[in-house]
């Protein structure tokens, strides 16, 4: 079920990533994402996945509420 879509929403990369559980030396990490979005009308929960413009899947790590603002972390998903 969509609950945002067309959403104005500040995307800003984070300094780190994560690896996955396999641990391989080559591997590169997954990017995380603070997100910022004006909450109205909606409710985003942590493990909600997202997409962007481009197609790109994101899981909703962590969800708080500044006012009528979302904050969100969101991890790069495949």
Known sequence: MT???SWPA???Q???GEKSD???PSETRSPW???MLPSAGATVLSND???DSA???YIV???SIEGAVYRLTMMEAE
Do not use: D, P, W
């Open 3 to 5: 609950v945002l879509e």
């Open 10 to 12: 500040s995307v800003i």
């Open 14 to 16: 984070g300094t780190k």
């Open 22 to 24: 396999v641990g391989l």
């Open 33 to 35: 994402f603070n997100v």
């Open 49 to 51: 996945i997202a997409y």
């Open 55 to 57: 197609g790109q899947r």
């Open 61 to 63: 790590s962590s969800v």
